[in-house]
């Protein structure tokens, strides 16, 4: 089932707010997405981590309904 | 013991007997997802030795390593015991060198001509 990119954006903003979030359909067919999110709080946490927090904002989808949303996280640097 | 913990068992014995566990898809020789390919694609261009265990053939390891690590997806790589990363990560650090870098860290022999993107 696909899912929407504003809805994606729209739950990892839910649980990061400062998150700044670029998404981009890569076929498409709105089922194959990548997403660069960038945000201060994940300043001096491991890539692992950063990730697990993306993971966690999008509840459960990831790995689900979502199977293709190719992730990049970055720390925001002030 | 529940069959949770068994497999979690099992995953903390297998990762701390192989430097380099690759859980994933198919096989290092037969990917069977596009994900799993990119990760033993990087790591067999590295010349990296490393064991691959395949989820398709197990339904509670499949399930199991992704309670194990808090992580959504496979695959999944373990360097001596710890999780690195999923494709995007692993991806991510070969590109930017830190996998290499990593490997040395963890004095992990692998094909040092092959380093260079």
């Known amino acids: 089932m696909p899912m929407d990119a504003k809805e994606i954006e729209r739950l990892i903003k839910a649980s990061i ?6 998404i981009r359909d890569l ?7 990548a997403a660069h999110v960038v945000s201060s709080a994940f300043v001096g946490k491991t890539r692992v981590q950063q990730h697990q927090m993306v993971y966690e904002a999008l509840g459960g989808r990831m790995g689900d309904v979502l199977h293709a949303l190719a992730l990049t996280t970055s720390p925001r640097k002030d | 013991m529940t069959e949770q913990q068994a497999v979690h068992d099992w995953i903390t014995k297998t990762i701390a007997a192989n430097d380099v566990v690759l859980f994933m898809k198919g096989t290092s020789q037969f990917p069977q997802c596009g994900f799993s390919a990119q990760v033993a694609q990087i790591l067999n261009h590295l010349g990296v030795n490393y064991k691959d265990v395949n989820v398709l053939e197990d339904m509670g390891i499949r399930e199991g390593i992704k309670t194990y690590s808090n992580w959504p997806t496979i695959p999944q790589l373990y360097v001596k015991g710890e999780f690195i990363g999923g494709c995007d990560i692993v991806r991510e650090m070969f590109q930017q060198g830190e996998l290499q870098q990593l490997l040395d860290d963890k004095g992990i022999s692998y094909d040092k001509r092959s380093a260079v993107v």
């Open chain 1, 17 to 22: 707010p400062d998150a700044e979030v670029s």
């Open chain 1, 27 to 33: 076929a498409g067919d709105g089922d194959h997405y």
